[in-house]
């Protein structure tokens, strides 16, 4: 997630900020919340996945999804 998305994000949700002069430190720390969620839904996601796999579909694709997942936080 770039630091324009961070703060496409935060100007959404209409967090008090000054968007203009900005605070470097308020940014950083938003940055890694935003890094803390998508590890949080990443890990749901795999959660999901593996359940599928190990109780439904018992197809290797099933398994390689939850994989790519996981590695979308290695980038």
Same mark, same amino acid.
């Given at each position: 997630m770039t630091k324009e *998305?961070?703060?496409e994000m935060a100007k959404v949700?209409?967090?008090?900020?000054?968007?203009?002069?900005?605070d470097p430190m308020w940014l /950083?720390?938003? *940055?890694?919340?935003?890094?803390l969620a998508a590890e949080k839904e990443r890990e749901s996601c795999?959660?999901?996945v593996n359940y599928v796999y /190990?109780?439904?579909v018992t197809d290797e694709?099933?398994?390689d999804m939850a994989f790519k997942i996981s590695?979308?936080?290695?980038e």
């Open positions: *998305e961070v703060m949700a209409q967090l008090p900020y000054d968007y203009e002069s900005g /950083d720390k938003l *940055e890694i919340f935003a890094r795999v959660k999901m /190990d109780n439904i694709h099933i398994r590695a979308r936080g290695q």
